[in-house]
């Protein structure tokens, strides 16, 4: 303290950098991330993008003509395949959001402490499994002569269904029925995940508040818990939904030729045929449509304040 | 059954707990208690945390089933019926707002339920009544927690409800906004006239607001009375304890002259009226609350009839309106005094030695079988 002229100034300066620096340390933490970005989504759709608009073929060669009517035949070639995609994965989501709700609310509010996490591990144990083979074992238990076919047999079900056009042949595999099941099974944990998160957060206060506010148990759900859930309902249908119309094992593996969807064009043109001009225009319609489906939803859904 | 009516009719908002109880697996919380709250009344079930208050009222409200016992609303049998079909409405520990909802669908939320008309006249003038008018726009998580504590009560009052239940309601406040809402609600229930059941742990909270309170300790009600009545004559230790703060100093009964007991304590001799001496045991711990006790220097003259105690002063700190001394007295126990700051005798400051004199008539007398630390916040739990 004898010094305390030449102390003060050093306690001084150094105090306004600090707020640059902290500002650049945000960035510093950032960098990964964006390189990350730039090299493994920027770079590979600007090249996407540039391999659509060529012409040419393998032995030749592909050259950047321009030439953007290839998006127009691609859509001509595979509008049904789009149309099947989006709607199997529509109702794929709509029984993931069936099944996963009630158990997402089972997880949240009525299970204890030690169940909670049991059930939770359940929900997450098939990732522990390669998707392929989950997805291959769906075939053994769809297969013709398989405990489902002769279940819903029995209970004339399959006489219905072949009615209205899921099934066919009084058999389950190689039907729409069978890429549904399995896009709804794949998919179901990422709808129950965010689900269980949105409603582990409310507080059970709430549902007494309500009772105690003359509304009976499913007024409580209709007005209180459903609403306040909605942010787990809009993330876990878009985590379902988006990969499940990009998806092709499930048609590839439990579907016939007539359930294919758009992931089998894109992979039978990059692989197959070989013409990658008409595989990253159909990735890129493909893409174009999930977002504007994607910011229609988000609009309708009004979450932007709960989340 | 014309009886019935004739009873629910007269008997408007009163509250009867006949033998409720609740027991979870061996854990007794509330044991089978007795309770009347009469009709338009301030109640407050005081005790502190763990004690059953909680879970007394919850019973009222309908949110957790009894074991035992039956819970009477304005003479309605209403044990059996869920909380939605109760006439009572909740004011919740930390309010419990609907979060998606902003003030005026919170506030709304008990009327739209019942299908009820003019919703929106209603709700504005219960919100002008809370003073929120200009904020029914807002979402709960944009007001302060005075705010969101005046919507919880308007959300709760505008239903008409027999009895307001209120648990806890002004925990989250602090210190000052505390005592304003205490005025306030106490405001409130004059004005409607319903039957309020306040659950605290804050005796001064209980005292300020309720009519009448029941202390509760360990699942049981200690004493029940008006907050007078309570901190002038405790039948417990706990309650001459956990109600104000007492000094408590064991004695022996030796005889009685008159309508007084005569006692000693470590030697000294002491009274106490017969009629303020809650048992008849011989030994007792008589009771004297720190301002009943007047302070004065060893040399002093202390007039004849008072109970008297000498000591030397351990502690002495001054707080403004009073002073608070901490006295060591003859026989070893500690003796609180407080002492207006009219005229302070310069002479009365630690090591010194003083005599403690009293009012035989402000001192009370209570089993010694009870433990003297009980409802201090200190004893051995």
Known sequence: ?307 | MTEQLRDAATAGGDVRLTGIGKTYGDFTAVHPLDLTVPQGSFFALLGASGCGKTTTLRMIAGLEEPSCGTVLIGGQDVTALPPYKRPVNTVFQSYALFPHLDIFENVAFGLRRRGRKDVKKQVEEMLDLVELGPLARRKPHQLSGGQQQRVAVARALINHPQVLLLDEPLGALDLKLRRQMQLELKRIQTEVGITFVHVTHDQEEAMTMADTIAVMNGGRVEQLGAPADLYENPATTFVANFLGQSNLIPAEVTGRSGEDLLLSASGVRLSVPRARCATEATRIHLGVRPEKITIAHASETVAEGRNKLSGTVVDSSFIGVSTQYVVRSEGGGEIAVFEQNMERDTRITPGAPVVLHWNPAHSFGLDASQAIDAGTGEEAA
């Not at chain 1, 540039?50 to 691609?74: I, K, M, P, V």
């Not at chain 1, 529509?90 to 089972?106: D, E, Q, R």
């Not at chain 1, 579907?255 to 990658?276: A, H, R, T």
Request: proline content about 7%; glycine content about 6%; aromatic content about 12%.
């Open chain 1, 1 to 307: 303290m004898t010094t305390t002229t030449e102390a003060a100034p050093p306690e001084v300066i150094p105090l306004p950098p600090t707020k640059p620096r902290r500002k650049l340390t945000a960035y510093w933490l950032l960098l990964p991330g964006i390189a990350w970005l730039v090299v493994f989504f920027a770079v590979p759709m600007v090249y996407q993008g540039s391999t659509s608009l060529q012409t040419g073929s393998l032995e030749q060669g592909f050259r950047l003509t321009w030439h953007f009517a290839t998006y127009w035949d691609a859509l001509a070639e595979y509008k049904w395949h789009f149309v099947r995609s989006f709607s199997y994965a529509a109702i794929a989501t709509a029984l993931c959001l069936a099944v996963g709700y009630p158990l997402a609310y089972t997880i949240a509010f009525k299970a204890n402490r030690r169940w909670r996490n049991v059930i939770l591990i359940l929900v997450i144990a098939p990732f522990f499994t390669s998707f392929l083979i989950r997805t291959l074992a769906w075939k053994t238990i769809l297969s013709d002569g398989g405990p489902v076919v002769s279940a819903l047999n029995t209970l004339h079900v399959l006489g219905i269904t072949d009615a209205i056009g899921l099934t066919s042949g009084h058999r389950v595999l190689a039907t729409p029925l069978a890429v549904v099941c399995g896009l709804t099974y794949n998919f179901l944990p990422f709808m129950i995940l965010p689900l269980y998160t949105s409603l582990e957060r409310i507080d059970p206060r709430l549902h007494e508040a309500a009772g105690d506010l003359y509304a009976r148990p499913f007024t409580t759900f209709r007005k209180v818990t459903f609403p306040i859930s909605l942010p787990g309902v809009v993330a876990g249908t878009l985590l379902t939904f988006i990969p499940a119309s990009g998806d092709y094992i499930n048609a590839q593996l439990l579907g016939s030729p007539s359930e294919q969807m758009v992931g089998n064009g894109i992979q039978k043109q990059f692989l197959n045929v070989l013409d990658y001009p008409t595989a990253a225009a159909l990735s890129f319609i493909l893409m174009a449509l999930i977002l504007g489906m994607v910011t229609v939803y988000m609009r309708k859904a009004g979450t932007e304040e709960l989340v």
